[in-house]
Every structure is written in C-alpha cells, then in structure tokens.
C-alpha cells in the first residue's frame, strides 16, 4: 500500500515550469546582450573556456533536486504490515440523485455540488461504519459497492455528474430496491438509506419501496436539495452557460423541490426528512438519527504500518546539488585539448 504524508506540498512542483521559463529567458537575455557587443562567433573566441553545455546541465541538476527534494517533503510511505482490523459499525448506502433537475442552481454552487459537499463532509464524521453510493436518475446504478474504505468513497464521489445516466427523470424506488439489495442478505437493524434528491418527477412506486425496505429494518432518511420557489435548469457547453433549458412552448423549464413525496418516503421508511440549505445540508441530522442503529462487528483488511521513503528522494536531491555546485561552467581540459589535437590535424 502506498500513501503520501504531506501531498499538499505537491503543489510547489508548479515552480518547475517558473523555473524553465526563467532559464529561458536569461539564456535569451544573455544572447542579445552579446549581440550588442558584435558578432557571437568572434566574441566565443574570446572566451573560449565558456561552456553552454554546462550551463544547462547545472539547471538540469537543480531542476531535478528541487523535484526530489519536492516529494522527500511530501514523504511517500509504503505499507508494510496488512492485519485483519474488527469494527463496529452501521451499513449505509447513500443514494444520489442525478438527474438534470440536480443542476439547478437554487443551493449554492448548485444542488449536486452542494449535496457532493455534504456527503464528502460526512464520510470525515463516519467511524468504523461501512458506506456505498448509488447513482440514480431514469435508472439506478451502484457506483461504489458497500465499503470501509472512505479514501475510495470520495475518488468515486469526485466522479459523479449528471453526464453518467442518460435516461432523465427520478427513479426513486429503484434507488431504494437496488440499495436493498446491495446490503447483501444479513438481517439486522443496522442498515440505513439516505436519499438525496429533489424529489421530482419520481417514476415508479418509492413508498412501497420504502415500506419493503423498513419491514426488513432497514431506515431510510431523505434529504430535499432545492426549494419550493424552484429553479431553471441551466444549459452548458464545457464551462460556459449558453442558456436554461426550455419546454416546448419556449418557456425555461423550472424544477421545484417535491416535499411531501420525500416526507412520505422517510415516514413510510422509518426515517427522517430533512430540507437542505446553502447553510446546512441536513446530513448532520441524518448522521445523529444513523448512530443510534445497532452496530455490527465486521472485519476488514488493512495497512497498519507504514514506512518513510522520504530519506531517499533527499538524499539524492543533496548529491544532485552538491554535483551542480561543483560543476562549473568552464569547459575540462581534456575536452580542450582533444579540441586543441583537432584543429591541429585540420
């Protein structure tokens, strides 16, 4: 298993093209300022000690330290010791709503982004319990099966769009079947839904859905991204908005935050509902009714020591600059004189 310590200190490799540039522009500077002075072949003969070729293998070197003694900081670390840990914990499978609808921008950025934000807040408050997502919009699909390993969990929640389904609309009930089948075939109360969503246009049964979920005790919460007021639906081509989409009368489409369906799902499902805000995206709430489930003892695999490496990359880094600070710029002898024993036999 491999892990970095300090990755945030990755971003100081940006320097390595300031760096190029700055050569660059030096050598560049360099070369017109000799100009000035008359022709360059008649002023390297004037200088005939001068190597170019050094020059650039000194900036070669200390590019390439700085870069190692980058990632020593950054201290890369590989795990030597895999054991068998014991948790306890709840089983939770989120369900995330996709659809179009989820674009609107009534919830700031918009109401995916700000549900993605929440649940990427949530797996940092989860402890020992096991998390999965479902994505869902016309149909549902798992997109990360039930897990412990939260670093995972948000890799694959990054990935989320509403490019992933093309089939609109808000399959509710299949979210909810296809989660309860995720579970697997253990019988417990430790199991919990959270449905995210606006609830609109859902296509199929989700309260029965719901009530075959609770009768296995299984809890399902849900959370309302949107308001009543509602919102349109914006357009983009890449990064750029080129409008709302329309119906077919021309007018901007508006998708309104469907309550009462979700507060019917929750209460047919033995949850709870809560409305999500720019200040407070409900999953607090959700998380406090989730640990009072009975919790389960599980066993899960994983890499309980890890060992620096970071004494290798500086290591080299400090060779590589002690080399470049001994390194001149003067041409070696022996170069001279095998250049010196060629122009002689010429």
């Not at 008359?38 to 020059?55: E, T, W, Y």
């Not at 409900?282 to 009072?292: P, T, Y």
């Amino acid at each position: 298993m491999f892990q970095l310590e300090n990755k945030y200190y990755l971003y100081a490799l940006v320097l390595i093209p300031v760096f190029i540039i700055i050569y660059w522009l030096v050598s560049r500077w360099r070369k017109n300022a000799l100009k000035a002075y008359g022709d360059i072949s008649i002023i390297k003969q004037l200088f005939p000690d001068v190597s170019n070729a050094k020059r650039f293998w000194k900036f070669i070197l200390f590019t390439i330290a700085f870069a190692l003694l980058i990632i020593g900081i950054v201290n890369p670390q590989v795990g030597t010791k895999l054991e068998e840990v014991k948790r306890k914990g709840a089983d939770l499978m989120i369900c995330l709503d996709i659809s179009n609808s989820m674009k609107a921008e009534d919830l700031s950025p918009n109401r995916l982004e700000k549900a993605k934000q929440a649940i990427y807040k949530l797996f940092d408050k989860l402890e020992g319990d096991r998390i999965g997502i479902i994505v869902f919009a016309g149909e549902a699909y798992v997109q990360l099966p039930i897990t412990t390993d939260y670093a995972a969990a948000k890799l694959f929640l990054e990935s989320i769009n509403t490019d992933m389904i093309p089939t609109q609309g808000t399959a509710i009930g299949s979210a909810i079947n296809l989660a309860v089948e995720s579970f697997g075939k253990d019988e417990g109360k430790n199991k919990a839904i959270v449905i995210i969503t606006d609830g609109e246009n859902h296509e199929d049964d989700a309260i029965k859905g719901a009530e075959a979920a609770a009768e296995k005790g299984i809890e399902i919460h849900t959370i309302g991204m949107g308001s009543a007021e509602g919102a349109p639906i914006p357009l983009y081509k890449g990064t750029i908005r080129e409008g709302f989409r329309k119906d077919k009368e021309g007018n901007p489409i508006v998708t309104k935050l469907n309550e009462q369906t979700l507060q019917e799902i929750a209460t047919a499902g033995n949850g709870i509902y809560v409305r999500a805000s720019n200040s407070d995206a409900g999953l607090n709430n959700v998380l406090d009714a989730i640990s009072k489930l009975e919790k389960k003892q599980f066993e899960s695999k994983m890499y309980s020591d890890y060992e620096d490496r970071f004494q290798w990359f500086i290591s080299v880094a400090f060779l590589l600059l002690l080399i470049e600070t001994f390194l001149t710029e003067r041409k070696s002898k022996i170069y001279q004189r095998l250049n010196l024993f060629e122009s002689k036999k010429v």
